[in-house]
């Protein structure tokens, strides 16, 4: 397997490129031919979109199902996401034949050239026909066509979780009834056709942030009832020596037994993005030295002039902009004292500093403050800190060392306010 691996980059893999989860892939299967609906759930750069992606490229190929991979990343309202789902379903003929029929009068003047739209004018000819007051009929009606396909439509929908984020908060990150009214039509009207069309139709859900710590902010959980979370755990340390070893062969450079060793345990938590990040820094700085053999002092040099440099901390600030995605402005800069104390504390926030930042909460509160406890959940939900003795830690030994270097400098711990 993976007998010539290539670098990923930041995109999503699929085939020669997929890299082990061969338990997963046999999951998720399993789960597909049982007709579960799944939300997918790990921390950041874990390979989600990956996973599903060969997920399908592998149901494909042996032709039992029809696929439909569908991004909400770009979506706004309800409205976008019916469009999407609709355009990418064009390649299942039978269905899609359905759907056109539906937008008769949306493609009016295309005449016999609407095969020969690209799907971007595809999208927008569809956006074009949906409204405010038409949005569920219209998609209801392209979940039916779906379920009338002549196999059975497994449905990924890739960043749900950010589009619901987006309903429910607006461009200002504020919630307020109005908007949590219309998040909660979206997802019932999501979950129903889930329910409807269980015996035709599979739905993955998957997105780079949790669906259920957004849904827990505005008290919607019960609308993802209808899925079986699926979690994505990081590489282990075999796994990960596994990777470096065969991306070292395919690039003709070495690197130890004890070399892969040293940079796992410097990252504690084997995300595959980090890993392969990882392999790429030392193979430039490899080649910037003219050599092709790594040495063990070769670990830390590049873990610190490349990982956590300037350049380096370009890469990682997604981890901060989603939080403030999330959890809003208020519990935007809440989260940001926590996870800083946890960094300048060696990786740990007491439950006492907890307590310290409740109680300062408390008194200062305003109306768009966001519960300490909601904040932990959607940190230790979407990976950057976890339980451990007498309160939490970074699950990343990188993600800790860069929200040190990036924002320690100047913090004063609570216990000194």
């Avoid at 399908?56 to 990343?73: K, S, Y």
């Avoid at 269905?95 to 056109?100: E, G, K, S």
């Avoid at 991306?247 to 003709?252: F, G, N």
């Avoid at 901390?313 to 959890?327: F, S, T």
């Amino acid at each position: 397997m993976n007998k010539q691996l290539r670098k990923a980059g930041g995109n999503w893999v699929e085939g020669d490129r997929f890299f082990d989860r061969e338990s997963e892939i046999e999951a998720l299967m399993e789960r597909v031919r049982d007709g579960t609906h799944t939300l997918l759930t790990a921390q950041r750069r874990m390979g989600k979109t990956s996973l599903v992606r060969e997920l399908l490229r592998r149901l494909n190929e042996e032709g039992e199902f029809a696929t439909v991979f569908v991004d909400l990343e770009g979506a706004n309202d309800a409205a976008d996401a019916v469009a999407e789902i609709a355009t990418q379903a064009k390649h299942v003929q039978k269905a899609w034949d359905r759907i056109a029929s539906g937008f008769a009068n949306t493609f009016r003047g295309v005449g016999n050239q609407i095969e020969e739209l690209g799907l971007a004018d595809l999208r927008v000819k569809l956006r074009a026909g949906i409204d405010a007051g038409s949005w569920q009929r219209r998609g209801d009606g392209v979940f039916e066509a779906l379920a009338a396909s002549e196999k059975p439509v497994v449905l990924a929908i890739d960043e749900l979780p950010i589009l619901v984020n987006r309903l429910l908060k607006g461009q200002d990150y504020r919630m307020t009834p109005e908007r949590r009214e219309a998040t909660d039509q979206f997802l019932s009207w999501l979950r129903r056709n889930g329910q409807d069309h269980r015996d035709e139709m599979c739905l993955i859900i998957s997105g780079s942030v949790g669906l259920e710590p957004i849904l827990r902010q505005a008290g919607l959980s019960a609308q993802a009832n209808i899925y079986a979370s699926f979690e994505l755990h990081p590489w282990s340390q075999e796994t990960s020596m596994r990777c470096l070893s065969a991306l070292a062969r395919t690039y003709e450079i070495q690197i130890s037994k004890e070399v892969r060793k040293a940079m796992c345990r410097r990252l504690r938590c084997c995300v595959p993005h980090h890993v392969q990040q990882y392999f790429d820094h030392l193979r430039e700085h490899l080649r910037r030295n003219d050599r092709k053999r790594a040495k063990i002092e070769d670990v830390e040099l590049v873990y610190n002039r490349e990982f956590l440099s300037v350049r380096g901390q370009i890469d990682m600030e997604h981890y901060q902009g989603r939080l403030k995605m999330i959890l809003g402005i208020d519990g935007y800069k809440t989260a940001l004292d926590l996870l800083t104390e946890a960094a300048v504390n060696k990786g740990r926030l007491t439950h006492q500093a907890v307590q310290s930042f409740r109680d300062s909460l408390a008194s200062s509160s305003t109306e768009d403050e966001v519960p300490i406890d909601d904040i932990l959940y959607s940190l230790e939900h979407d990976g950057y800190l976890e339980r451990h003795a007498g309160g939490y830690r970074f699950v990343s030994g990188l993600l800790q060392d860069w929200w040190l270097a990036r924002h320690g400098q100047y913090f004063t711990p609570i216990s000194e306010r």
